[in-house]
């Protein structure tokens, strides 16, 4: 497609339960990030990809915190056992073609997390 | 470790007004700066860059930032604002990885 989709839009859920967050991004671009975006706050980052090097997971708060990338496209974030804390909107990014890392970063519309 | 400010959480200007949103960066070597801005209901979108050359950098839309070393500033500018520019604007520092710090975002209301 012609940008970065993210799937579901919102999800609702509750303590306790666990989580499947999607994101589908720009065929060719071979770098994904996701994301967190508290209220009121900046975003915070999570996880990187980078074609088939090993991702860089020093964002994730926690070990209930997971993602994967399955084929270099699409990606999975997975939240285990969520937590009230954990609502937020979660991003993905994917980064431009070239590889370089001034190429733009393009970000989805988010998936609006609510734990209750 | 890389940090980023905006020191502005909520500006509220009226039309035709000039704009200056502050962000200072925290890092010792080479940078790479953004501004990105989300307007309501869409998805978050960049509005300029700098890499390297011509410190002063022009965006979309009229916006322009100019980056200075010695302050570890990236401010924005727009010389007159509109009421479509009503949006939220986040600075971001990237150094040494391919893992950009963003700031908080300023939340810019603008009157018509």
């Known amino acids: 497609g012609a940008g970065v989709s993210q799937s579901p839009s919102n999800k609702v859920t509750e303590k306790g339960k666990d989580v499947e967050l999607r994101c589908d991004p720009i065929?060719?671009?071979?770098?994904l990030y996701w994301y967190r975006q508290s209220l009121g706050q900046g975003l915070e980052f999570l996880i990187y990809?980078?074609?088939?090097?090993?991702?860089?997971k020093s964002g994730l708060p926690s070990d209930r915190f997971s993602a994967e990338r399955t084929g270099g496209s699409v990606s999975t974030l997975t939240i285990q056992r969520t937590q009230q804390e954990d609502s937020a909107v979660y991003l993905c990014?994917?980064?431009?073609?070239?590889?370089?890392?001034?190429?733009?970063?393009?970000f989805g519309p988010g998936t609006r997390l609510t734990v209750l | 470790a890389q940090s980023v400010s905006q020191h502005n959480h909520h500006v509220i200007l009226s039309e035709a007004a000039s704009l200056e949103l502050g962000c200072n960066y925290s890092?010792?070597?080479?940078?790479?700066l953004f501004w990105y801005v989300q307007y309501p209901g869409q998805h978050l979108q960049l509005l300029l860059k700098y890499f390297s050359g011509d410190p002063l950098v022009k965006g979309i839309k009229g916006f322009e930032a100019e980056f200075i070393k010695s302050k570890f500033s990236f401010n924005l500018r727009k010389p007159s604002v509109q009421w479509s520019d009503t949006a939220e604007y986040f600075c971001a520092v990237q150094g040494g990885s391919y893992i950009p710090t963003f700031g908080r975002g300023t939340s810019l209301i603008v009157h018509p």
């Open positions: 990809f980078q074609g088939n090097s090993a991702p860089d």
């Open positions: 065929s060719g671009h071979t770098a």
């Open positions: 990014a994917a980064r431009g073609a070239s590889g370089g890392a001034e190429d733009t970063q393009y």
């Open positions: 890092y010792g070597g080479t940078v790479n």
